[in-house]
């Protein structure tokens, strides 16, 4: 079994920056590319960004493109988001997900975290 923890969140003005952190334990043997989604009130969960399990491809919706980063330490077990520049339309919370490819669609991804919450003030 795998568990995922989520940490980070907070609120910040827009411009700022806030990085997320995601921690997996459990089945850490296996190779899990992991991924970031996020989901506003009211609308879809959304994807944010996906490394590979070595952290050598990494994949960014395009409205995070250039402001957010994504990477990974393997020996932590420990994904990161790093925001930056961020804007009150990036409000939402914010999930980490394990699964065996770094695709862009929640159902790509059987083990999800609980959340995060980001909040942006304008």
């Known amino acids: 079994q795998v568990q995922l923890v989520e940490s980070g969140g907070g609120l910040v003005q827009a411009g700022g920056s806030l990085r997320l952190s995601c921690t997996l334990s459990?089945?850490?043997?296996?190779?899990?590319?992991m991924g970031w989604f996020r989901q506003a009130p009211g609308k879809e969960r959304e994807f944010v960004a996906s490394?590979?399990?070595?952290?050598?491809?990494?994949y960014y919706a395009d409205s995070v493109k250039g402001r957010f980063t994504i990477s990974r330490d393997n020996a932590k077990n420990t994904v990161y988001l790093q925001m930056n520049s961020l804007k009150p339309e990036d409000a939402a919370v914010y999930y980490c997900?394990?699964?065996?490819?770094?695709?862009?669609?929640?159902?790509?991804?059987?083990?999800w975290g609980q959340g995060t919450q980001v909040t942006v003030s304008s």
């Open positions: 997900a394990a699964g065996p490819r770094a695709g862009n669609r929640s159902s790509e991804y059987p083990h």
């Open positions: 490394i590979s399990w070595s952290g050598g491809r990494t």
């Open positions: 459990g089945r850490t043997d296996d190779f899990y590319a």
